[in-house]
């Protein structure tokens, strides 16, 4: 019982909390709702209406004749546009569109828009007759066009990687997707109040607009292909919805429990429905399944001999391709067709169409295309050859003791001259190799192989007698514009025993090993004069790689050099000037500019002092013979002697190069202009001094008319010089006037063979990934004369011709700078080849299986087209026809298991064993019926479900219709 005092405490209470609420707060705010404004979500819906009325789709003329494959033949059309104007909605709209055969009647689809835009809505009202189409067959002549996209069995199961997946699942040739913006993260996993608004809003602005075709909302993770639609036309309303399950429900395994589903949605109970299945299994043939007797093994190790001078073709795998074998049941009576847990009628080999597709694996890795590429990423590194061999010199020098020091020397000193393979370092380190077990990337036995590879020509290369694999020039001269080197060639034997180590023997390692080596064997060969084999020409030929021209540079000083050690005369046979006999002490590290002017031949005046070359010759010399018909102008009595003149310099391209940039950035003043003309007129002052110690009192007019007759201009019983030659000034009469007459002998060489063959050897000496990009174009050029010989040897069209290679090739090297985008586009169409010519020859071990069926070129025929269309293939009469019985024998998993009785010992007269093919890697099914929807009153429209079955997902796709007029 309560007592007064409480009740008097509540009373209080109270009282006081009325007098605190009518207290007004002074910081409270009087907000108005306007219900007037436009709220984000209307907004959204009038931004797509507004597309949709761009894109004048209300007025839009649908496709409604589909030819067969035309989802794969013909091209799709896009348009695209942004929603970006609406607070939390960013969206890109997209709109699909399949372009119309030429063949499409235009009269016909007018005709069928006027009749629906003057009867409206009532096209479909007569229920009676749509009634009857559920219970007898499907007419897609009396539908809406979406209706009859949906209804057409032409495009069932398209094969195309590019196809848009709901017009896979759905049959449509038009509709629209709105996708998530890449800046509207809140969209990608997006809730499901969310998700029925943004589906509201197609809905209304579909509705609002009267869009003839349907609109698509994609949510949640690009890759997991999730939609949500609506279409709406002629009183009907189509909602597409898409389930995707990593688990497969056991009720949906089966074609039996997938109709269960089928006639749930739909709300039709009855038995007679007629309800139509297209239905088509995928079974596969992986490259690893191909195993027949008798076939050698292409991926076993060959032996060093074999192997080096030689580019591996093939697949890095097995998983290269597949092949596809569909199995389809098109158009099939659903409820006619027994497919449970226990028993199906869906039989592959009872199939009535068969069809075939190879598909090649997109990360797939083939040997050429795989080589060339791993080679030239080699070619970023920076490290010296000398930082690679650093360590093996530490520990040499930390092990090394003085006895074994001392026979290391020894060793080196009395080295026989005919064992010039054997370099000081190898030599230093194999002398301890079975102490000490240093480090070496490549033993002794297998260098020596290698070497005896480059350099064919050494004693030890034809004691070892050993023949080794080789590549020969195309007849054609398919590569005369690509700057590489000749098959035969130094340079191009060594890029593949470069390749060849990097690949055996421990990478870069021993590249900079092997490289180091090669190295000190060219010096070698300089320093005794011995010429070296593979290298042609006597000048650098600058339509040839790099190191090419450098080795030919080094072939020209080792020529010049034997003439000079073994010639007296003042040319040499091969048309260079002999060097000097005296060569400058090697010890030396300085030279001045009196030493370097040496004469080229002996003096006929030994007794004069070095000094005396300086003053006027007046006694002629270095004379080659008498010009028959000219004479001095001064003494008509003498006849003009030819002098013996040096040969122009050989250059290189880089050299070449160097000198010309040289010309172009010598300054425009008067200074400039004369060390322009200086550089420019070497060899014009060697020839004018040679000519004024042949010819003493010679003028330069003398000198004009033998070395230019077409500046020597004679008119009318007169001569003079041409108007070019008169002038005053000119780079000819300087150089006259500064030439002094001196012979050959006398002069400052052009070319000094020491100087030049010491450039090259420095230039051998460079960075590992030098070596790489130096040795490059003779890999590429024979990865592409391997690919060559293979696609003579098959007989097999493929993507790239030869031709089409080879100039993809020399675009590559005609430019100074090294293009990686044209060298992954060359990539790319070698692994397309190889690709190919890969897996003909898998088919053609393949065909094996089958070669005493009837019929075996035409199979063989056959999988020749699967590798060059590489497209589906339709197999003409199935299982029963030649063809198939062909593919059955190849694809028959009870073939493994026989052996060899499953290599041709069948024929079709015997009585051939049972078949057992592969379980189906995905079985797809696709159900279509005419039914009324949601009552039984309501007019008759098209449903349809698409399933996707595999081993490790499920995928439904369905589009069911209800009546808005009689719902």
């Not at 158009?331 to 199939?351: K, M, R, Y």
């Not at 590569?479 to 690949?503: I, T």
């Not at 589906?872 to 298991?897: E, Y």
Request: aromatic share 8%; glycine share 4%.
């Amino acid at each position: 019982m309560v007592s007064l005092e409480e009740k008097d405490a509540r009373a209080k209470f109270h009282n006081n909390a009325d007098d605190d609420e009518s207290i007004e707060d002074p910081n409270e705010v009087f907000e108005i709702t306007d219900f007037t404004t436009a709220s984000d979500w209307e907004r959204l819906i009038a931004r797509l209406e507004d597309v949709i009325n761009e894109w004048k789709l209300p007025r839009l003329v649908p496709e409604t004749k589909l030819s067969k494959g035309s989802f794969v033949t013909n091209k799709w059309k896009e348009y695209s546009t942004d929603i970006t104007d609406v607070p939390d909605y960013e969206f890109i709209v997209k709109r699909f569109q399949l372009r119309p055969d030429e063949k499409t009647d235009v009269s016909a689809l007018t005709s069928i828009v006027k009749q629906s835009s003057l009867e409206g809505d009532n096209v479909l009202a007569s229920a009676p007759r749509f009634a009857s189409l559920s219970h007898t067959s499907f007419s897609v002549d009396q539908f809406p066009p979406i209706f009859e996209q949906m209804l057409s069995t032409e495009n069932d199961f398209p094969l195309s990687a590019t196809l848009h997946p709901l017009a896979r699942w759905f049959g449509l040739a038009d509709f629209v997707v709105m996708t998530s913006s890449p800046f509207n993260k809140i969209d990608y996993k997006v809730s499901e109040d969310r998700l029925k608004i943004l589906h509201s809003s197609i809905v209304m602005a579909v509705s609002n607009t009267k869009c003839p075709i349907p609109m698509f909302l994609q949510f949640d993770e690009p890759l997991r292909q999730m939609f949500v639609g609506v279409s709406e036309v002629s009183g009907f309303r189509t909602l597409y919805e898409i389930i995707d399950l990593q688990k497969i429900p056991e009720r949906l395994q089966t074609l039996s429990g997938l109709l269960e589903i089928f006639k749930g949605k739909i709300g039709v109970e009855d038995s007679t429905q007629l309800i139509k299945a297209s239905i088509q299994f995928t079974i596969d043939l992986l490259p690893d399944t191909i195993e027949f007797e008798d076939t050698p093994e292409e991926n076993e190790d060959s032996s060093l001999t074999l192997k080096l001078g030689s580019i591996p073709f093939g697949p890095e795998e097995f998983n290269s391709f597949v092949i596809h074998l569909f199995t389809s049941w098109p158009n099939a009576n659903a409820d006619a067709i027994e497919d449970t847990l226990l028993h199906s009628d869906l039989e592959p080999l009872q199939a009535p169409k068969w069809a075939a597709q190879l598909v090649f694996e997109e990360n797939a890795t083939y040997k050429i295309a795989e080589t060339i590429k791993t080679f030239a990423k080699q070619t970023h590194r920076r490290e010296s050859i000398h930082s690679f061999l650093e360590y093996l010199e530490k520990e040499q020098l930390r092990k090394e003791e003085k006895e074994q020091a001392a026979e290391v020397l020894e060793r080196l000193t009395a080295a026989s001259p005919r064992d010039h393979l054997r370099s000081r370092l190898s030599k230093a380190i194999y002398s301890r190799l079975p102490k000490y077990h240093l480090p070496v990337p490549i033993d002794a036995e297998n260098l020596n192989d290698i070497l005896a590879y480059i350099f064919p020509d050494s004693d030890l290369a034809k004691e070892m007698g050993k023949s080794y694999l080789t590549f020969t020039e195309p007849p054609d001269n398919i590569f005369k514009g690509a700057k590489a080197a000749p098959c035969d060639s130094l340079a191009f034997r060594l890029a593949l025993a470069v390749f060849f180590v990097y690949e055996r023997f421990g990478g870069v390692l021993a590249v900079a090993y092997l490289w180091q080596e090669v190295i000190l064997e060219l010096r070698y060969r300089w320093e005794n004069g011995l010429l070296i084999a593979g290298v042609d020409g006597d000048m650098p030929n600058h339509g040839t790689c790099l190191l090419h021209q450098k080795l030919q540079m080094l072939k020209c000083c080792i020529i010049k050099r034997q003439a000079g050690s073994g010639s007296t005369g003042e040319a040499s046979p091969q048309g260079m000037q002999s060097s000097s006999s005296m060569y400058m002490d090697t010890q030396s590290d300085v030279m001045t500019d009196d030493e370097d002017e040496f004469f080229d031949c002996e003096t006929d005046d030994e007794d004069k002092p070095r000094n005396s070359t300086h003053i006027a010759v007046l006694k002629p010399e270095g004379r080659k013979e008498a010009h028959p018909t000219l004479r001095l102008l001064h003494n008509p009595e003498v006849s003009i002697f030819i002098p013996v003149t040096q040969e122009p310099a050989p250059m290189t391209e880089d050299v070449a190069r160097e000198h010309l940039e040289k010309l172009v950035a010598t300054e425009e003043e008067a200074e400039g202009k004369a060390n322009r003309i200086r550089l420019q007129s070497v060899a014009l002052v060697s020839d004018m001094s040679a000519f004024k110690a042949a010819n003493p009192g010679c003028v330069f007019e003398d000198f004009v008319r033998w070395h230019s007759p077409r500046d020597w201009e004679e008119e009318s019983g007169t001569s003079r010089l041409s108007e070019r030659m008169s002038q005053a000034g000119t780079a000819w009469k300087d150089a006259w006037e500064a030439a002094e007459g001196k012979s050959v002998r006398r002069q400052k060489r052009l070319f000094d063979e020491r100087v030049e063959a010491e450039n090259v050897l420095s230039f051998m000496d460079m960075l590992i990934g030098e070596v790489f990009r130096h040795t490059l174009p003779m890999l590429m050029k024979a990865g592409l004369i391997r690919l060559f010989e293979e696609m003579d040897s098959l007989e097999v069209t493929v993507q790239h011709d030869k031709r089409t290679l080879a100039k993809m090739l020399s675009r590559l090297f005609s430019e100074q700078l090294f293009s990686w985008t044209d060298f992954e586009n060359f990539i790319t169409s070698l692994r397309s080849n190889e690709q190919a010519l890969c897996a003909y020859k898998s088919m053609r071990r393949l065909s094996a299986k089958s070669a005493a069926l009837p019929e075996h070129q035409t199979f063989t025929n056959f999988l020749r087209q699967l590798v060059e269309d590489r497209q589906l293939r339709a197999v003409p009469g199935g299982a029963r026809s030649p063809l198939g019985q062909h593919i059955a024998v190849c694809f028959d998993q009870g073939n493994q298991s026989r052996g060899g009785s499953s290599s041709g010992n069948v024929s079709l007269r015997a009585q051939p064993p049972k078949r057992r093919l592969p379980s189906p890697a995905v079985r797809q099914f696709i159900l279509r019926t005419v039914a009324p929807r949601p009552y039984l009153f309501s007019r008759p429209s098209i449903h349809r479900m698409f399933a996707s079955l595999s081993e490790r997902d499920i995928r439904i796709a369905g589009a069911f219709s209800e009546d808005l007029l009689y719902g």
